[in-house]
């Protein structure tokens, strides 16, 4: 099913913050606790400061650096739906999209949210609000196949309904 809006606290990253920071090469490999242990340990560990249902807003060319599959992978094994940021490096959205995770482009936000608020991503109306500041700000629509993917859960949910159903129309 796809997803109409999330809300959370926002948890603020900068730009250009890059998957070795977000995911080190130390923490590669096929098996998923030691994947999910990873997430943020490339620096300051961020993820261990987060609430549950908190929203990553990042700034410029989030995900940036390689494009190790596990990165992708450690958001998904620790539950986290969505992130907005200003832009995204292209491998990590895609690699994000295909574990299924909502990836909201968003310009202007790395300014306007603050630290902790309560943030609303609505993504029928194509934008991210505060309901504290009451600030709005319209975000890019998601492409139609990547909706698609993100119905089914991820590329490999999508692609077993594919081969088990057929081509979808879209």
């Not at 900068?14 to 943020?40: E, Q």
């Not at 300051?44 to 992978?73: H, L």
């Not at 991210?128 to 139609?144: D, M």
């Amino acid at each position: 099913m796809l997803e109409k809006s999330f809300t959370g606290n926002a948890f603020l990253l900068g730009d250009h913050v890059n998957t070795d920071i977000l995911h080190p090469p130390d923490y590669f490999s096929l098996k998923k606790d030691r994947i999910a242990s990873g997430l943020s340990k490339g620096a300051e560990d961020f993820f261990s400061r987060m609430a549950k249902d908190d929203i990553i807003v990042a700034g410029r060319n989030f995900g940036c650096g390689s494009s190790r599959e596990s990165s992708a992978r450690s958001f998904a094994y620790n539950g986290i739906r969505a992130i907005v940021a200003e832009s995204f490096a292209r491998i990590f959205f895609r690699n994000l999209t295909n574990q299924g995770i909502y990836l909201i482009t968003c310009p202007g936000i790395a300014k306007k949210a603050v630290q902790g608020e309560p943030l609303v991503i609505d993504l029928e109306k194509l934008e991210v609000r505060s309901t504290h500041q009451g600030w709005a700000l319209p975000c890019s629509p998601l492409p139609e196949y990547i909706k698609c993917v993100l119905k089914k859960g991820g590329l490999l949910k999508f692609l077993e309904e594919e081969i088990k159903n057929g081509p979808s129309s879209k």
